[in-house]
């Protein structure tokens, strides 16, 4: 019998056979493993282990819900780049070139920090703004007049333009101590450019800045604890005005227990915030100033600068040598206040971006291989099968040529396929499966869209809503196009200044299709206000018309907004939105109060009337009203004023205006020759009595008002004859219509003026019998470039018993050229003249003009006198500066081609 054994020396041959085929199948794995790659996320090549395929799926990244997109999907991951946007004031127009090379070229950014400048640009940027958006809106901005907060004059009541024409010297007090400005401008006008600009962008940071299409952070310093500020929540336009608050020419932004400036005194160049956050590839734009040349070293906010950009150099360097990649315009030669020719620095930052373009992408492509673990595999493929309604014009299709002919393609060039197929937004799911020697792609298509419901919109139709949608219906969702839809609806309603309008909600029934967008048009729920120390809240409400319950409106609140900071009263005036998870909003108006109390000062000195100065002191905000309460003290050679004044520019929330007054005046008046400015005599006109003017605002371009007067006229002789002597007391009442939307008073470029009255005179106890008299006044002003034409038309005329102290009184510079200061007296009056004006040189505080006027006219004490063949002429050429004294002119004026006169004058007349 034989007996079957095993050798202890030998293994089994079954053993042996197991073990090869255990090796096999391991080299097998080996082999299919080399060919696929490996992957760290679904969206890498894989391996079935049943089937030994290679199937490819998107890389995905961060997932976009409703009500950002039709539907849920992910968007494709990518290399994670931060841009750091240095500071540099003009210099920085070059970060619009900048995004816009990257955004041309597909660089997508993760992640915004930017300093002064560059915080605006990157936050606009951040907040939905397209590079060609920022470059319009770069081109049209008055870059130069940005940091001037006096408002427009145009924008002010009547009244608030009166005041406005009295320049003097001002000083302000708190509790009788001088309170001095922190800087050359608060900043008004800044605030209001950016939180318009903010309002009309696509997104809303509300809670955080990582709500922004990309998040973003903005530097700044706290002047209290000389930290650094990292800002990244809170209102964005006032983040960005905090920024770029540089010293001595914008006050500090307070901001909660904070008062911040310019984040480029500690951090100029964020880089190091920008890594600190995780992002892989840092990209930073040197815009930084170069030190200033000594000529261009005057202003104390330059010397601030220079000082600056002095203790910056070591930091910056450092920051910048942190960068992957650097883009710097130290080579600029433009400072940082100069905004002239700004597209030159757009383009020049979009060809230093395209210059590093291939960096750029080299950095991208190298982190996302890694980020990927992908290999360099290459595959054997004769046919490409791709999904129906598929792209005809496939890269694949184009590298692997005509199917059946073998071509060769790589591991990378089959997912940027299946990436980019997902990318189109047609499809939910997409992959690629290499079997054998055929690429098959499969896709599941996005569900069709059958029908769309707008809800929640009172402001526009639903038809009107839906020509916003580029999506059609009987197609198929499109994730791309569903985000764009869904941007359009927005945008239309910012158009309109509908800046808290929102998507609320998206919803879509696969089922049926039905398509159903829920508007959320931004019903103000309660508007709150903060600031206010003296000042009551009805003055505040009274201009910012907006209402709870109201659909906001940014247009309306900018008004309000301009309204409150004309009163004068405040320093600084702005608005920010709070929205809140029940719908509608929080609107918070902000107010910084300026101390009420006042003292003004001035000076002038003409060579008819001799000098004069004046003195004021009162208060802009009586008790918190927002009424005028002054005492006013006027002293000269010939000219004495004393007067006690209030004013009501608004009553409660009506725009009728009231105003009383109490005064003495006391005038030294010379007689003359008429036409010949020979001195007959002299005579004081003494007046006391009292005004009380009730009118009504009409818009900001004029008013009706009519006026009661008390008075007692004295007339003294001091030497010679031409007048009467003589008490009159008596009582009128006026009536008078202005119109006025001239830019400016004194070197008026555009606008008219027009201003009309009646005036009924009784005397008291029936001394002498009641007159009458009238006057119109029209003139119109037009400018091309420097060139200015004025246009002057004056009559008037009065009953024969008006006595002398009421006729009118021509004469002087401003009338006729050639004249002495009331040379003409008489009842009836016209005037006319003709006025070109060039502006010779243009430059801050010194503007220089000359002129040239002709005039006609005449005045006769009888109407019978009155004849066109009586009318008299002057002509006269003029040399005037706009300085910060006021101006200054010298002019010189010949009447009837004989008599010669020159005239001097220097400040604002009072």
């Known amino acids: 019998m034989l007996v079957n054994s095993v050798s202890p020396n030998r293994p089994p041959a079954a053993f042996v056979l197991a073990f090869v085929l255990l090796i096999i199948c391991f080299e097998q794995d080996v082999a299919a493993l080399t060919n696929t790659g490996s992957s760290r996320s679904a969206s890498a090549a894989d391996s079935s282990r049943a089937s030994e395929i290679p199937?490819?799926?998107?890389?995905?990244?961060?997932?976009?819900?409703?009500?950002?997109?039709?539907?849920?999907?992910?968007?494709?991951?990518?290399?994670?780049?931060?841009?750091?946007?240095?500071?540099?004031?003009?210099?920085?127009?070059?970060?619009?070139?900048?995004?816009?090379?990257?955004?041309?070229?597909?660089?997508?950014?993760?992640?915004?920090?930017?300093?002064?400048?560059?915080?605006?640009?990157?936050?606009?940027?951040?907040?939905?703004?397209?590079?060609?958006?920022l470059r319009d809106v770069a081109l049209q901005l008055d870059w130069d007049t940005l940091m001037q907060d006096e408002p427009s004059r145009r924008d002010l009541l009547l009244s608030q333009k009166q005041d406005r024409d009295r320049t003097y010297l001002q000083l302000r007090l708190r509790g009788w101590q001088p309170v001095l400005p922190r800087a050359l401008t608060a900043g008004q006008k800044l605030q209001s450019v950016l939180t318009e600009l903010t309002l009309k962008a696509n997104y809303w940071a509300n809670s955080s800045?990582?709500?922004?299409?990309?998040?973003?952070?903005?530097?700044?310093?706290?002047?209290?604890?000389?930290?650094?500020?990292?800002?990244?929540?809170?209102?964005?336009?006032?983040?960005?005005?905090?920024?770029?608050?540089?010293?001595?020419?914008?006050?500090?932004?307070?901001?909660?227990?904070?008062?911040?400036v310019d984040g480029g005194l500690l951090n100029n160049i964020p880089v190091d915030v920008v890594r600190r956050m995780g992002?892989?590839?840092?990209?930073?734009?040197?815009?930084?100033?170069?030190?200033?040349?000594?000529?261009?070293?005057?202003?104390?906010?330059?010397?601030?600068?220079?000082?600056?950009?002095?203790?910056?150099?070591?930091?910056?360097?450092?920051?910048?040598?942190?960068?992957?990649?650097?883009?710097?315009?130290?080579?600029?030669?433009?400072?940082?206040?100069?905004?002239?020719?700004?597209?030159?620095?757009?383009?020049?930052?979009?060809?230093q971006t395209l210059a590093q373009m291939d960096r750029i992408r080299k950095l991208c492509a190298n982190a996302q291989q890694e980020a990927n673990d992908s290999s360099d595999a290459l595959f054997t493929v004769h046919h490409v099968d791709l999904p129906d309604n598929g792209a005809?014009?496939?890269?694949?299709?184009?590298?692997?040529?005509?199917?059946?002919?073998?071509?060769?393609?790589?591991?990378?060039?089959?997912?940027?396929?299946?990436?980019?197929?997902?990318?189109?937004?047609?499809?939910?799911?997409?992959?690629?499966?290499?079997?054998?020697?055929?690429?098959?792609?499969?896709?599941?298509?996005?569900?069709?869209?059958?029908?769309?419901q707008f809800t929640g919109n009172t402001v526009y139709s639903a038809a009107l809503l839906f020509d916003c949608l580029q999506t059609r219906l009987g197609r198929a969702l499109n994730h791309k196009r569903g985000q764009q839809d869904l941007t359009n609806v927005v945008e239309k309603y910012r158009q309109d200044g509908y800046a808290l309008a929102e998507i609320r909600s998206v919803s879509f029934e696969e089922a049926t299709g039905a398509l159903t967008i829920e508007v959320d048009e931004g019903r103000i729920v309660d508007l709150v206000i903060e600031g206010l120390h003296r000042t009551q809240e009805f003055v505040v409400l009274r201009e910012f018309s907006l209402e709870a319950g109201e659909i906001f409106n940014s247009n309306i609140a900018r008004e309000g907004v301009d309204r409150l900071h004309n009163t004068g009263i405040f320093e600084k005036a702005s608005y920010s939105l709070l929205r809140l998870p029940s719908g509608g909003a929080l609107v918070k108006i902000k107010v910084e109060e300026k101390p009420s109390t006042i003292v003004r000062l001035?000076?002038?000195?003409?060579?008819?009337?001799?000098?004069?100065?004046?003195?004021?002191?009162?208060?802009?905000?009586?008790?918190?009203?927002?009424?005028?309460?002054?005492?006013?003290?006027?002293?000269?050679?010939?000219?004495?004023?004393?007067?006690?004044?209030?004013?009501?520019?608004?009553?409660?929330?009506?725009?009728?205006?009231?105003?009383?007054?109490?005064?003495?005046?006391?005038?030294?008046?010379?007689?003359?020759?008429?036409?010949?400015?020979?001195?007959?005599?002299?005579?004081?006109?003494?007046?006391?009595?009292?005004?009380?003017?009730?009118?009504?605002?009409?818009?900001?371009?004029?008013?009706?008002?009519?006026?009661?007067?008390?008075?007692?006229?004295?007339?003294?002789?001091?030497?010679?004859?031409?007048?009467?002597?003589?008490?009159?007391?008596?009582?009128?009442?006026?009536?008078?219509?202005?119109?006025?939307?001239?830019?400016?008073?004194?070197?008026?470029?555009?606008?008219?003026?027009?201003?009309?009255?009646?005036?009924?005179?009784?005397?008291?106890?029936?001394?002498?019998?009641?007159?009458?008299?009238?006057?119109?006044?029209?003139?119109?002003?037009?400018?091309?470039?420097p060139h200015t034409l004025h246009y002057r038309l004056t009559?008037?005329?009065?009953?024969?018993?008006?006595?002398?102290?009421?006729?009118?009184?021509?004469?002087?510079?401003?009338?006729?050229?050639?004249?002495?200061?009331?040379?003409?007296?008489?009842?009836?009056?016209?005037?006319?003249?003709?006025?070109?004006?060039?502006?010779?040189?243009?430059?801050?505080?010194?503007?220089?003009?000359?002129?040239?006027?002709?005039?006609?006219?005449?005045?006769?004490?009888?109407?019978?006198?009155?004849?066109?063949?009586k009318i008299r002429n002057g002509a006269g050429i003029a040399l005037a500066l706009d300085t910060p004294l006021g101006p200054f002119g010298v002019a010189f004026g010949l009447f009837e081609g004989r008599q010669k006169r020159v005239y001097v004058q220097l400040g604002h007349a009072f």
């Not at 001195?679 to 818009?699: C, H, I, K, N």
């Not at 200061?821 to 801050?844: M, N």
């Open 279 to 351: 992002m892989e590839i840092v990209i930073a734009v040197d815009a930084t100033s170069n030190l200033r040349a000594k000529d261009n070293l005057t202003a104390p906010w330059e010397f601030a600068d220079q000082v600056t950009t002095i203790m910056q150099q070591e930091h910056n360097l450092a920051q910048a040598r942190a960068a992957d990649v650097l883009i710097s315009f130290k080579n600029d030669p433009r400072h940082s206040l100069d905004f002239t020719n700004p597209d030159s620095l757009i383009q020049a930052g979009y060809e």
């Open 55 to 133: 199937v490819f799926t998107p890389r995905l990244g961060k997932q976009v819900r409703p009500p950002r997109a039709f539907t849920a999907f992910y968007e494709l991951a990518h290399p994670r780049v931060g841009l750091a946007l240095s500071g540099g004031g003009s210099r920085c127009l070059v970060h619009i070139g900048v995004l816009q090379a990257l955004e041309e070229n597909h660089i997508q950014i993760d992640l915004i920090v930017g300093t002064s400048m560059g915080s605006i640009l990157g936050g606009l940027y951040a907040a939905g703004y397209s590079a060609r958006q």
């Open 795 to 869: 009559g008037g005329t009065a009953e024969e018993n008006t006595p002398f102290y009421e006729q009118f009184k021509l004469g002087g510079p401003h009338e006729i050229y050639g004249l002495r200061d009331q040379e003409f007296v008489g009842r009836h009056l016209v005037l006319g003249s003709i006025e070109y004006r060039y502006q010779l040189r243009k430059r801050p505080w010194l503007d220089t003009y000359i002129s040239l006027r002709y005039d006609w006219g005449g005045v006769w004490v009888d109407r019978r006198d009155t004849s066109y063949r």
């Open 209 to 260: 800045y990582d709500n922004l299409r990309i998040p973003f952070r903005a530097m700044a310093t706290d002047v209290y604890s000389g930290k650094e500020i990292v800002i990244d929540r809170g209102d964005l336009a006032e983040a960005m005005c905090a920024s770029a608050a540089i010293p001595f020419l914008l006050s500090p932004v307070p901001r909660q227990d904070l008062l911040l």
């Open 602 to 785: 001035g000076g002038f000195h003409e060579s008819e009337r001799g000098s004069r100065v004046f003195t004021e002191i009162g208060t802009e905000n009586l008790l918190g009203g927002g009424n005028k309460l002054f005492v006013h003290g006027n002293l000269g050679e010939r000219d004495q004023v004393a007067r006690l004044s209030w004013r009501a520019d608004r009553i409660a929330r009506t725009y009728l205006t009231l105003s009383t007054s109490l005064y003495h005046e006391r005038r030294n008046n010379v007689t003359y020759v008429p036409g010949r400015a020979m001195p007959l005599g002299e005579y004081a006109d003494r007046r006391a009595g009292m005004r009380a003017t009730l009118g009504q605002q009409v818009s900001r371009w004029g008013g009706l008002a009519v006026e009661f007067r008390t008075e007692e006229v004295r007339l003294r002789s001091i030497s010679g004859s031409g007048y009467p002597v003589g008490t009159s007391r008596f009582n009128s009442i006026a009536v008078r219509s202005i119109l006025d939307t001239r830019d400016r008073f004194l070197f008026t470029r555009t606008g008219r003026f027009l201003n009309v009255s009646y005036e009924y005179f009784k005397p008291y106890h029936g001394t002498s019998a009641s007159f009458s008299k009238f006057q119109a006044q029209v003139e119109s002003f037009d400018s091309i470039g």
């Open 392 to 452: 005809a014009e496939s890269r694949l299709i184009l590298q692997a040529g005509s199917n059946g002919v073998a071509r060769m393609l790589s591991a990378a060039q089959i997912q940027a396929e299946v990436d980019d197929l997902y990318a189109g937004g047609d499809y939910r799911e997409v992959r690629a499966v290499l079997q054998r020697d055929t690429l098959r792609f499969e896709a599941q298509k996005n569900p069709i869209i059958r029908s769309v």
